[in-house]
């Protein structure tokens, strides 16, 4: 899509024009709806959050001053309207109980390459909601220490020590689920 | 522990690759939900001031459309000497018809009719010499020709009036003769004055100068007879700002030109009702209360930052308090998208000087004194969880008292009889500092164009 493009989409969202809204949708819909699943429990919980996202993005579209940062500035808010669900629902769970010491790491990189995107986010849903926040904020989406401990209202030691514990939920997950499919 | 950090990197770069592509197919039924919403959904509230480019057409064609006046006004339609100039001028000289001109070759003449009958003749020698009025000449032109009447190089003065004079009458005037009276529509032509082949001399030129700028006296005095007049004005105003770093405030975090690059050109008004005196024929001063907003939108696209280890921090400017989320000090170019706009209202006390150097052009000039009644601030806040809130509140120290300067040139036109109308293409400077205790010192300058009704009581 170019740039020009875009922009008259952008331009059309502004001045509340149906296609342009329609253009936007369908050329977002697909990415943010994989990034809401990753940040929720459920589809049914991603399809809340992807829906109450897109409805606050045509509502705020023109405070959007840069083109080139509207995915960004997209993103920014699914990821607003998942923390809001995850706080609402007061799912601030950073357990522990799942943690084993000592784990094959480095068998589970393989077993990572192999599994579809689907499976790995299957298994990132499974995660505490907590941990499932951070590891979507630090890992994929890149966030800093100190910025995830502001928006999760924790220590940044807390995110530190949440995240060393979610890796290795995820790869105790990740030969789990491979022993399953290989049974 | 380094190989397992490195582990971890690997882990990590693996996941996040999976997500490079990530894509969901989403229901149908969702965007048919999502529709529904915002279709009945809330309008964005609209931004208090109009868009940019209307404002900038609209000017534009104000400016034009003045133009136009006073082309229309100025050139088209000069005034008529009035009968008495008419009965005064000396000598009597015939009226030649404009082919009867034409057939001259020692002179250039060219012929005009205007809508009232009116012909505007003008003749010209090849030999130079010097300067007269002419009936026929524009009385801008004339009162400059008369002016110069004494200076015997024409090179020397006001080209630019001689050319333009020139420009309209197809000719170059060198030597000019009082050549004709015109007669009113409905009346018999009547012959006046008779063309003379020797140019007149300098002095049957100021006998003549003055004999016409008699009548127009009575005239004036006539309207200093109602002196006092009063005003309801209303002037739509562009905004800019001359910013300077303050002192007291600079510590290397912003920089004037990321002030003045992103800060918008806004639209600022200001309306009221004044009271003009004039005590001279050509001079007046006009005060009275009015009501001035100054607003200014502003919003952050990237700053220079010091590297102190801050990592986060606020814009503090008359266009409100903003505060900025920075990641990465490196990264705030492509991070921050925050805006704020900012209304400030004052009372104003205009104390205006107007010249009026012909009788439907002046020039004004003077100060303002506004007192500062009210603001009301909005920006953005780009939160950690990446929404945009709108906050509102107050800018703590905005002076009490400013100064600004107002200077420009109008065109005033009687209406119905005593109401005139005038338009006034002017400029404001403020001459302090709107808050003291902003980061940079803030001097916004407006253009824009008074327009006004004047009642002569």
């Known amino acids: 899509m170019k740039a020009g493009n875009i922009q008259k989409i952008v331009k059309g969202c502004v001045q509340h024009k149906g296609w342009a809204q329609k253009e936007l949708y369908d050329l977002y819909a697909p990415k943010m709806l994989g990034l809401c699943l990753r940040y929720t429990k459920n589809k049914s919980d991603a399809e809340d959050v992807f829906q109450e996202g897109f409805i606050k993005i045509f509502e705020k579209i023109h405070q959007l001053k840069k083109m080139e940062t509207l995915e960004w500035w997209m993103k920014k808010i699914f990821i607003n309207e998942a923390l809001q669900l995850f706080k609402q629902r007061k799912n601030t769970n950073f357990a522990h109980d799942y943690i084993s010491t000592h784990l094959p790491t480095h068998e589970t990189d393989g077993i990572l390459q192999r599994l579809g995107v689907e499976e790995i986010t299957r298994l990132i849903q499974e995660l505490p909601s907590g941990m499932q926040m951070i590891v979507n904020l630090y890992i994929i989406e890149g966030y800093p220490h100190r910025e995830i401990a502001e928006l999760l209202g924790i220590s940044e030691g807390t995110t530190k020590s949440q995240l060393h514990d979610a890796r290795k939920i995820l790869q105790k997950k990740l030969i789990q689920n491979y022993q399953i499919l290989s049974e | ?457």
């Open chain 2, 1 to 457: 522990m380094m190989g397992k950090t490195k582990h971890n990197e690997e882990f990590d770069k693996l996941l996040r690759s999976k997500y490079q592509l990530e894509e969901v197919k989403p229901a149908a039924h969702l965007w048919k939900n999502i529709q529904k919403q915002i279709q009945g959904g809330p309008v964005p509230v609209k931004s208090w001031y109009l868009s940019k480019v209307v404002l900038i057409g609209s000017s534009a064609a104000a400016v034009l459309g003045l133009i136009l006046v006073l082309f229309y006004f100025v050139y088209l339609k000069p005034q008529r000497l009035s009968s008495t100039v008419v009965a005064n001028s000396k000598p009597a000289v015939s009226s030649p018809h404009a082919s009867e001109l034409k057939q001259n070759k020692t002179s250039l003449t060219v012929s005009r009719q205007n809508t009232h009958s009116k012909a505007y003749t003008s003749s010209t020698t090849k030999k130079g010499g010097t300067i007269a009025l002419k009936k026929g000449s524009h009385p801008i032109f004339a009162k400059t020709l008369l002016f110069i009447t004494p200076m015997k190089e024409m090179k020397l003065v006001f080209p630019l009036a001689m050319a333009a004079n020139a420009t309209w009458y197809k000719t170059v005037p060198t030597v000019i003769k009082p050549v004709s009276v015109i007669p009113l529509a409905g009346q018999k032509h009547v012959k006046k004055a008779t063309r003379q082949k020797q140019p007149k001399t300098k002095k049957y030129y100021a006998a003549k100068s003055k004999q016409q700028k008699a009548p127009k006296k009575q005239k004036l005095r006539k309207s200093v007879l109602h002196p006092w007049s009063i005003e309801a004005f209303i002037m739509p105003e562009f905004s800019s700002r001359f910013v300077t770093p303050n002192p007291n405030y600079t510590k290397g975090i912003f920089t004037p030109s990321y002030f003045n690059s992103r800060e918008h050109y806004t639209f600022n008004y200001s309306y009221g009702l004044l009271v003009d005196y004039r005590f001279l024929h050509s001079l007046s001063v006009e005060t009275g209360l009015s009501y001035y907003v100054y607003g200014v939108d502003f919003s952050t696209q990237g700053s220079y930052l010091e590297k102190t280890g801050n990592h986060s921090g606020f814009v503090y400017t008359s266009s409100g308090k903003s505060d900025l989320n920075i990641d990465k000090v490196d990264s705030l170019d492509s991070q921050s998208m925050l805006s704020s706009s900012s209304r400030f209202d004052y009372l104003s006390v205009p104390i205006i000087l107007k010249y009026y150097p012909l009788k439907s052009l002046y020039i004004n000039a003077g100060p303002t004194i506004d007192y500062f009644i009210g603001q009301s601030n909005s920006w953005d806040k780009h939160d950690h969880e990446g929404d945009f809130n709108v906050e509102s509140g107050n800018i703590e120290g905005i002076n009490r008292f400013n100064i600004s300067f107002i200077f420009g040139v109008g065109y005033e036109k009687k209406i119905w009889k005593k109401l005139s109308f005038s338009i006034n293409p002017a400029v404001r400077i403020h001459l302090r500092n709107l808050n003291p205790n902003s980061t940079v010192k803030v001097y916004p300058f407006n253009a824009g164009f008074r327009v006004y009704l004047r009642y002569e009581l």
